[in-house]
């Protein structure tokens, strides 16, 4: 990679890491996925989790990896044009360089392994090898990449599925009668400032 950039650029790798947290148990188990940056490591964001109640059992699952692939889009966006087209920093010998950042390694546990390479928890993360056959690398082939690109990207295109469930919700949300305790927000979602736990519950 470094042949191939210009005169005065260089490469820094990039290496993140995130691990699903506890926050508190004051409102219920408020849960968030903070996402770190390194070369010196960097608090990229907090990406929300959700119990996703709105989803059949056998759905939740998917949903959950869907929304967490669609945050992460959001989130890492930012780096596809430091990658593609490198950004000005001010390197250790006070000088300005054109620096290209490219994504080298994922730190994550072994639930957060098989949630970011899309694959199912009691499966090898890097492996074609079935669950009861763990711990034989030697004998198993190494996952290909483009199959899940494929899949991610059919998924990023495809909001068909998504699109008539949000109608759904939205048309139940306002057909919900008055009822003693259960709040309407009279004034509208999009005005309510800070969304608690509180308002969370009373939304769902």
Not at 125 to 148: C, H, I
Not at 159 to 171: C, R, V
Request: proline share 6%; charged share 20%; net charge neutral.
């Amino acid at each position: 990679m470094q042949k191939v950039l210009p005169d005065g650029a260089t490469i820094a790798p990039i290496i993140l890491a995130s691990d699903k947290t506890l926050l508190s148990q004051f409102q219920g188990d408020k849960s968030v996925w903070p996402v770190y940056m390194s070369i010196a490591t960097v608090l990229l964001g907090y990406l929300p989790t959700g119990k996703l109640d709105c989803f059949t059992p056998d759905a939740c699952s998917l949903a959950g990896h869907q929304l967490f692939h669609h945050y992460m889009r959001l989130l890492l966006h930012p780096l596809i044009t430091a990658r593609n087209d490198g950004v000005d920093m001010v390197c250790a010998d006070s000088w300005i360089w054109r620096v290209y950042l490219i994504l080298v390694a994922y730190v994550a546990d072994f639930p957060e392994q098989c949630l970011v390479s899309c694959c199912e928890e009691n499966h090898c993360p890097k492996f074609l090898v079935g669950a009861n056959k763990q711990g034989y690398v030697l004998d198993s082939v190494m996952r290909d990449p483009e199959p899940m690109k494929d899949i991610l990207q059919r998924c990023k295109n495809d909001t068909t599925h998504i699109t008539p469930l949000l109608i759904s919700l939205l048309q139940r949300f306002k057909a919900v009668p008055d009822y003693p305790g259960l709040w309407h927000f009279k004034n509208s979602i999009s005005n309510v400032k800070q969304w608690m736990g509180s308002e969370h519950k009373e939304m769902q």
